[in-house]
């Protein structure tokens, strides 16, 4: 199954490349291209639902990566690229809740069957580390420039600014977790009574500061980009880009690895626990800097 998720995964990067790739050679034949390669980092959030006070995520990131830019007309371009993302988030819950119907099968118990199962996370820590490859299409405008660099003129320095999206692809991703106390109360409604325990029906509280650690199923994620800066011009063909950009994801991506509270009733369940199972939605952001070295060349 992972064989052909990768094997789709890439034919929608290489039918995303060729497009753009089409599309920026047909406009550009009027103008210019510009190659280009890029580094950058981020102040990187996973923001999730619910999200209530005490609650918290945040990170960092990292990318490198190349593209081109296709320009049919002085001021205005297509960019495409592909880069390569590393992320490390840390969240934090000061206490998350959930409420579910349950069953007592054991036969000691016939007579307390049907029960209401409060589950409690306190303290819960996770950290995200994530790397993925990003597949941005964008549209690019910029003020003119002169044709060569002058530090008396003011025309080789301009702004500019793409908006566009961005396809991200996971290549690899582990999680830790950390959980200072987890609490399973039955309520039986029937009687108005409470049972803390036995530990072997799953209830119970449990301190151990159980730590848990393994892998997502990071689904395809799309983001809005939006990037602004200045461009410096260093030569007739060579040029600077220093910006700043913004990435907000519109899924979420880690929508099929999401897991009911109500099914971590042991110890041993501490292993799969993550935020991302138990929240109801989780949009990546991402704020950072960048610094692109771009070659152009007019047609």
């Not at 626990?273 to 692109?292: F, Y």
């Amino acid at each position: 199954m992972k064989i052909k998720k990768y094997i789709s995964n890439s034919k929608v990067i290489l039918f995303i490349i060729l497009f753009a790739l089409c599309s920026m050679n047909v406009m550009a034949q009027k103008s210019s291209l510009e190659f280009s390669i890029h580094g950058g980092g981020s102040f990187d959030v996973l923001a999730f639902a619910p999200l209530k006070k005490g609650n918290s995520s945040a990170g960092y990131g990292a990318e490198i990566g190349m593209g081109f830019s296709g320009f049919f007309s002085p001021q205005f371009g297509i960019y495409v690229g592909v880069g390569f993302n590393f992320m490390n988030i840390k969240s934090k819950l000061d206490t998350l809740k959930h409420v579910t119907s349950g069953l007592i099968k054991k036969d000691d118990l016939q007579n307390l069957r049907k029960y209401d199962l409060h589950t409690s996370l306190i303290d819960y820590t996770e950290v995200q580390r994530s790397m993925f490859i990003t597949i941005p299409v964008m549209l690019q405008y910029q003020t003119k420039l002169n044709q060569h660099w002058d530090w008396r003129r003011t025309k080789n320095v301009g702004f500019y600014f793409m908006g566009g999206a961005k396809a991200h692809f996971l290549v690899n991703n582990k999680y830790e977790t950390t959980v200072r106390m987890f609490k399973n109360l039955a309520h039986f409604t029937d009687m108005g009574v409470w049972i803390n325990g036995p530990e072997y029906q799953g209830f119970g509280t449990f301190d151990n500061n159980t730590v848990g650690e393994g892998k997502l199923n990071f689904g395809f994620m799309l983001s809005v980009a939006l990037e602004t800066g200045v461009k410096w011009r260093i030569d007739r063909n060579i040029f600077l880009y220093t910006g700043i950009y913004f990435d907000c994801g519109v899924n979420d991506p880690f929508k099929d690895s999401r897991k009911s509270l109500a099914n971590y009733t042991k110890k041993e369940d501490f292993k799969e626990l993550t935020l991302l199972k138990a929240a109801d939605r989780v949009n990546m952001l991402a704020v950072g800097i960048k610094v692109k070295v771009a070659f152009g060349k007019t047609l």
